[in-house]
């Protein structure tokens, strides 16, 4: 197998975290060691950081096996306790021990690789951590886990079977228009009758938010998360940038496709149920029937790629850390959990046998190939990268295992409508992040708003990037509640200009790997061995690429894009 799980050399090997005072006497030790020189100091921030490897792994554990069935009260109390009781001691320790660390004259000796990244995030979390947010910030957790109960209990009835919305979702690839609208409609009328629930639900999260910012010393949440997830390398300005590049430049491109698209269907007006559908109006590509092939598949892709790769996948399938079917009371979504101590990550998928399922396994897949790849890293701290490069993993993966694809597609016409159909959400991503991300500035710089006034934000900002071509018209109901299945508002906000960043950062891998195949995958390689060790200009550059999010850059990527699409 790949890798083994990191041995033990301050905690005793078999400690397990049922409740804080299980861990608690060692944060205390560490906060009164003596520490007399830069030696001691770089022996105790190992210790620090195997501390921090273990209670992550523990709270990672609890929230898998509450996302795995959220029906289950045990699991659901489970994670409940860690974090109302665990994870706020440990976050007013860690603020403790972080404080004792900044101000021991030997940390200015720690000038060696990674130290002046870790040391800048450190400064920043010391700067804006406040306790009084420790509850408030609990209390927000607790609220995330209720939506996604809401969300994982929702289910339509679909010719006489109960199905969950990632099923139904599938159906929207129907080449029966009736289908589609049909699914479209129930869909909308199951997260309708919620959605009173996840408006409010919604409007008591941003006042808390808007709290733990003041408490903080900022003027609103914006501000206060660039802060927290250590934006040291683009601001709000390079946002809007973004924001204008897109409508400007992309936008056009997306309504050409789906000019293109109304034409190929025949259609008068191009409907939201039309947008998932093949236009050559064939039926829906099936590349899976379960998720062990969908395991066996990606490993082969993953081997041409790099047969390490594969073996990662394998070590997961090995260890029961792949959990991919869709099934009831299941949470929403996909994810890789990073899993410290023990090193081999954890995916979560809600698979049903789509071509998405398969970009979402590769998605994860990249995600769980940088947790191996950072797994030899000294302090979990260089682990805890930042969205960009995670994404910039995940979603250059992606593209990266395109040239291979004719292993999961035999049949050419099959290949290359899947290939088209990637590279068309390669475009069709941007506009969607700026919606997410635009509507996310608008909010939280006004959190005064009623619920209503969200509603109609949220409809002027989709109005903005979703171009001309797609006709709304009698569903306003269903436009104004379209942000409310994007789980990312709820759980982990602004946490989604990284996915644009990435994307582009992934489009010049990929061109990259079309100059030289073995080049580009050793040099990802690289910069994802780097973890958080560097400033995330040198990852990008370590990966031969540019952190760039100009109008012109924008614009040379598309153009790159464009010309691939045509040559399909």
């Known amino acids: 197998m790949v890798t ?34 830069s030696a001691a100091l770089e022996h105790w921030l190992h210790d620090l950081s195997e501390v921090e490897a273990v ?58 690789e990674g130290y002046p990244v870790l040391l800048r995030g450190i400064h920043e979390q010391l700067r804006i951590y406040r306790e009084a947010n420790v509850g408030i910030q609990a209390e927000l957790r607790t609220m995330a886990q209720e939506y996604s109960g809401i969300i994982g209990a929702m289910k339509v009835t679909w010719k006489g079977e109960e199905i969950t919305l990632p099923k ?25 009758q919620d959605r009173d629930k996840l408006d409010e639900l919604f409007q008591g999260m941003v006042a808390k938010r808007q709290v733990i910012a003041r408490n903080a010393g900022f003027a609103d949440f914006r501000d ?70 969908l395991v066996d598949l990606t490993k082969k892709v993953f081997d041409k790629l790099d047969p390490w790769f594969a073996e990662c996948i394998a070590t997961m399938q090995q260890l029961g850390r792949l959990d991919l079917a869709s099934r009831e009371g299941k949470a929403p979504g996909g994810y890789n959990y990073p899993l410290y101590e023990s090193g081999s990550p954890f995916i979560f998928m809600n698979a049903v046998g789509t071509t998405d399922d398969v970009i979402t396994m590769v998605h994860e897949g990249g995600h769980a190939i940088h947790s191996f790849l ?76 009623s619920i209503a006034e969200r509603s109609a934000q949220w409809v002027a900002v989709h109005e903005r990037f979703s171009g001309t071509e797609v006709d709304w018209t009698g569903l306003d109901r269903d436009r104004s509640q379209l942000w409310q299945k994007q789980l990312h508002l709820f759980e982990v906000p602004f946490y989604y200009i990284e996915y644009a960043i990435a994307q582009l950062g992934a489009i010049g ?58 040559a399909l």
């Open 224 to 293: 206060y998360m660039y802060s927290a997830l250590g934006r040291f390398d683009h601001t709000p300005a390079d946002a809007a940038a973004f924001h204008e590049s897109v409508e400007r430049d992309v936008v056009p491109v997306v309504d050409r496709l789906y000019r293109e698209r109304k034409a190929s269907l025949a259609v008068e007006a191009l409907r939201p149920w039309d947008l998932a559908v093949d236009p050559s109006g064939k039926p829906p590509l099936r590349p899976f029937k379960d998720s062990d092939q």
């Open 509 to 566: 891998v990929w061109r990259n790997y079309k100059r030289d195949q073995q080049e580009a995958v050793k040099r990802y390689k690289a910069a994802l061995a780097l973890g958080y060790t560097k400033p995330l200009p040198e990852i990008y550059a370590a990966a031969g690429i540019r952190f760039d999010l100009s109008s012109a850059y924008v614009r040379e990527l598309i153009t790159f894009v464009n010309a691939e699409l045509d």
């Open 168 to 192: 139904a979702s599938a159906i929207l690839e129907s080449p029966d228009r009736s289908e589609r609208e049909a699914v479209h409609r129930l869909i909308n009328d199951r997260r309708g």
């Open 374 to 449: 950072t797994h030899p890293l000294a302090l979990t701290g260089f682990k805890s990268f930042p969205s960009e490069v995670a994404e910039l993993a995940s979603m250059s993966m992606e593209l990266l295992t395109m040239d291979h694809w004719h292993l999961i597609y035999p049949d050419p016409e099959d290949l290359r409508r899947a290939k088209r159909d990637q590279l068309e959400r390669v475009l069709t991503i941007l506009p969607w992040v700026a919606t997410i991300d635009a509507f996310q500035h608008a909010l939280y710089t006004h959190p005064e708003w």
């Open 55 to 112: 209670v992550s792994e523990e709270g990672a554990w609890r929230y898998i096996r509450m996302t795995l069935d959220t029906r289950d009260a045990e699991m659901g109390a489970s994670y409940q306790s860690f974090v109302s009781d665990v994870l706020p001691n440990v976050e007013q320790w860690t603020d403790k021990l972080q404080r004792r660390l900044m101000s021991l004259p030997q940390v200015s000796e720690l000038n060696g």
């Open 4 to 37: 083994t799980t990191k041995q033990r050399t301050y905690l005793p090997a078999d400690l397990s975290i049922a409740v804080w005072a299980d861990i608690a006497p060692y944060f205390e030790e560490l906060e009164s060691r003596d520490i007399g020189d």
